[in-house]
Structure formats: C-alpha cells, structure tokens
T-cell receptor
Framework: DQQVKQNSPSLSVQEGRISILNCDYTNSMFDYFLWYKKYPAEGPTFLISISSIKDKNEDGRFTVFLNKSAKHLSLHIVPSQPGDSAVYFCAASADAGNMLTFGGGTRLMVKP | GAVVSQHPSWVICKSGTSVKIECRSLDFQATTMFWYRQFPKQSLMLMATSNEGSKATYEQGVEKDKFLINHASLTLSTLTVTSAHPEDSSFYIC????????????FGPGTRLTVL
C-alpha cells in the first residue's frame, strides 16, 4: 500500500510558466514533508520542506503548499527553467528525524 | 557543508562475488544512515536504517544476510552485497542524517551496481 503517491508520472511545461507537482499521502501520522530533485544516476537533492504546523513554505522560485485536511501537498516552481527538468520526489516522515517514505516521482520537462 | 560521498560510483562484478559500497559523511557526524535502492523508473525504496554502533534495522523483504550493513563510525557506513546475482543490479543510494534542529537527511550520489 503506497502511503505517498505522486499520481502524475510526467509533466511538461513551457519555460517561464508555472510548474505544479502534486503529492498525496494516506498516513495521518506524517507531519514533515520534503521535496527532492533527482537527475539520472545521481542521488536526490533536497529542495524544500514543510512541517505540518505550516501550510506554506517559500524559497526563491520554489513554494510548497500543504493541505492537511486533504492530505495533499504541492510544489510550485515559478518561473520554470529548462534546468529544472528532472524527476521530483515528495517524501514524508512521521517526525523530522524519522525515516522517509517516498512517492513514485514525477518527471518534469521544461521546454525552452 | 553536509556532503555525503559514496564509493565506488559504479561497479561491475561477476555473479557470486561480493561488493562493498561505502557511504561517508564528509563534514558532519551522522548517527543514522539510510540505504536505499532504486530500480529503473521507480522510486527510492528504503532497504535499511543504520545506526552507529548497533545492528542495522532492515525493511520487510530485505535479506539481512545478503545485504550486510556496518556502521562502524559516525562518518562511515558500508553496504556489502554478498554473493551478488544479476537481480541485485540496481542503483544504491545512501543518506546520512545530521542532528541539527530539524534532523535532515543528505543523500550521496549513488552507486550503480551491475552484476553479470
């Protein structure tokens, strides 16, 4: 049973537009969420995180929104750049120091 | 800061041999390290949690006698794939957890294992 789901395996966006990547979870014990970016044959790179006490966290072009009642989070990238093309994983944990459960990933392609 | 390295980055071995992968936290101490496995076009799957000075905790379905994990120091954890077979070919990634405010995991660059 997948506790963290990314229902869109891929997403294509035009450069300069907004990219919205979605993630849903089922475990109500999750209270810390992270987004990672991954290039082929490389380890994931941390992008941004959010704890359950917040509903929004912003860092430059990246904003993560959390809707606890819907058990849904999203990553907004604006404006999107070709260098953002990668696979994005959302991850969740039951506390900040606990193991991470990853979603299946969404491949983002930003076209020039 | 917060750099994690893995060695080797790429290894090819014959079926039946053992392969050791090292994971090092270069500029911080990590009491906990995690080992993940990624199959092509699939997500990261946690294999085991490694705590310094104690036995690793393996996830369900992961053979502890096949995937030996040693976390002998606060900066080094090793994963040994024993008697490797072609189905063990995969991309293995470690992460190290830094105790600083929110406990953060930092990922290594991964090791591509190909078993012939």
């Amino acid at each position: 049973d997948q506790q963290v789901k990314q229902n869109s395996p891929s997403l294509s966006v035009q450069e300069g537009r907004i990219s919205i990547l979605n993630c849903d979870y089922t475990n109500s014990m999750f209270d810390y969420f992270l987004w990672y970016k991954k290039y082929p044959a490389e380890g994931p790179t941390f992008l941004i995180s959010i704890s359950s006490i917040k509903d929004k966290n912003e860092d430059g072009r990246f904003t993560v929104f959390l809707n606890k009642s819907a058990k849904h989070l999203s990553l907004h990238i604006v404006p999107s750049q070709p260098g953002d093309s990668a696979v994005y994983f959302c991850a969740a944990s039951a506390d900040a120091g606990n193991m991470l459960t990853f979603g299946g990933g969404t491949r983002l392609m930003v076209k020039p | 800061g917060a750099v994690v390295s893995q060695h080797p980055s790429w290894v090819i071995c014959k079926s039946g041999t053992s392969v050791k992968i090292e994971c090092r936290s270069l500029d911080f101490q990590a009491t906990t390290m995690f080992w993940y496995r990624q199959f092509p076009k699939q997500s990261l799957m946690l294999m085991a949690t490694s705590n310094e000075g104690s036995k690793a905790t393996y996830e369900q379905g992961v053979e502890k006698d096949k995937f030996l994990i040693n976390h002998a120091s606060l900066t080094l954890s090793t994963l040994t794939v024993t008697s490797a077979h072609p189905e063990d070919s995969s991309f293995y990634i470690c992460s190290a957890m830094r105790l600083a405010g929110w406990n953060e995991q930092f990922f290594g660059p991964g090791t591509r294992l190909t078993v012939l």
